[in-house]
């Protein structure tokens, strides 16, 4: 079976994580985006997960389950491979669960819906929620956390995956890099 075709993303800059974040506070879905802000998680992944997936005591999160609209209903579904299924440390935040309002497992479209008019809010149009994934994954890369580090932070099967799709060079590393040759060529 031929592998699959990865689309390279983008992540945001801190500051952008930061406007982000402040445009969402008070709302109840501001603890979603702080998860997968730190954590990386899909969206199917934060809609799926239970209070019985987080153990406050140790301070971790358990992946175990997704969120998926198919044919026509939504569904709680296995992760999407069996290395998705991850333990995850908290940060050192209270924690809130992400159903709808009444407490049943929230429509994948509503949060984009959502997201769209926080984005907006936060002057950012062109983000996306998975943008806030490939910021948690794509920034540790730039500081130098070993790349199977973020793998098992991303859940990614394969540490190609996260090099090929994640460890994009953003405009500012490549003009400090090149700034190392100022001065050292003729």
Partial sequence: ?????????????????????????????????????TLGSRRGELLGLRWADLDLDSGTATIRQTVQRTGGKLHLQDTKTEDSDSVLPLPDWSWLVFPS??????????????????RERAGCPDVRLHNLRHTVVSLPLELDVPPHVVQAIAGHADVKITLKVYSHANLDVMRQALGELDGRLP
């Fill in 1 to 37: 079976m031929p592998s699959p075709r990865y689309r390279v993303g983008k992540g945001l800059s801190v500051d952008q994580v930061r406007k982000f974040l402040a445009a969402s506070e008070g709302h109840r879905l501001h603890a979603l985006y702080v998860v997968t802000a």
């Fill in 101 to 118: 309002e009444i407490g049943t497992p929230m429509e994948p479209r509503s949060l984009n819906r959502h997201f769209a008019a926080r």
